[in-house]
């Protein structure tokens, strides 16, 4: 049986999260591509200011005892190739996990191809042909062993690493340093004047697209909230649609999980705020581009389950937690945002 209280508060935060991802225009693979393509550091800016909201709002929250810490555990191996791998699926699929989920809710055909290849590719690394690849890369023993802490630490609720745990030091003193350091580098101005969105207080909302500051902040309490309503985790897209797709193989509902209705949540939310923007059209591009978009969604599922998580997972969820899983699997996740993009469109 489906947990319904499970099954409503994914839908209401994932309704939530689409419509403001669709309004931001949020997705990584722009934020980190663009900063390479076209010196523009715009969404790169409401990426910082997402994780300073979340990790403030984390570990606030684990503080009061409402929630404990769960970072990823740290395969080093598995974070390194799995990031790796993302990276390039992103810019092949012209989307990150999150961006091209939401798209789907504008009507991109492509996105939705992206999609099916991200499913399909999940799956047959998790339990499929590649499976051998996983298990090689996630060992029980041996160097590729997973690395755990003897002492957690206040507020983490397994023996995963975070920066933290692995100083022995209280986890506000890296709250504050790295928040600080995000701030200042938020402050610091490139490319002129931010264009001022003009208009009444409804068109700001639902008619024009949002600042990026806006969009740091409304990512990040939809990200507390998540984490409030589940316990267990922040936002994940990549995690919900293995759950949707494996359902569907299986005709097994207990494969459904919280992720599962909070993507299709985000579909449903980016289609009603594209639709009131008048910003929904049924939209497909030419084969070749959807033969690419379809490899790009099957690498990204493919990286996504040798790395643990996706995107949202690694960046937006994990890196607030300090886990250390997901600062490297994160950082690999942008160094092959960059060589795949460095490739595709830079080089000749």
Known sequence: MIDTSLMISGLVVGIIFGF????????????????ILMKEYTLLKAVGLA?????????????????????????????????FVFGVGMVLAAGCASGT?????????????????????????????????????QPTEGFLKAITADNPGPYVGNSNLTLANVFGLNPWIFVIIISIIIMAVLTWKRGGEET???????????????????????????????????KK????????????????????????????????GVVIGAAVAAGIAGEFKLRAPNARRLLQQFIGGLVMGIGAVIGTACNIGHILSGIPQLALSSILGGAFIILGCWVAAYIMFLRG
């Open 20 to 35: 403001v991802l669709q309004r931001g225009r949020f997705c990584m693979n722009s934020a980190f591509r663009d900063i």
């Open 51 to 83: 994780i300073v909201v979340q990790m403030i709002g984390f570990h606030l929250m684990a503080t009061m005892g409402y929630i404990q810490l769960y970072p990823k555990t740290v395969y080093w191996g598995a974070m390194i190739v799995g990031g």
């Open 101 to 137: 989920t939401y798209r789907v809710g504008e009507g991109m055909m492509g996105s939705f191809v992206a999609l099916l290849g991200l499913m399909i590719g999940g799956v047959i690394t998790s339990g499929g042909a590649l499976m051998e690849l996983k298990s090689y890369l």
């Open 196 to 230: 001022k969105v003009e208009g009444t207080l409804y068109e700001k909302i639902f008619k024009k697209g949002w600042n990026w500051w806006i969009t740091g902040i409304a990512i990040g309490i939809v990200g507390i909230i998540a984490f409030l309503a589940l």
């Open 233 to 264: 985790y922040a936002l994940g897209i990549s995690g919900g649609w293995f759950g949707f797709l494996d359902a569907l193989i299986t005709g097994n509902p207990e494969k459904l999980n919280w992720f599962t209705f909070l993507v299709i």
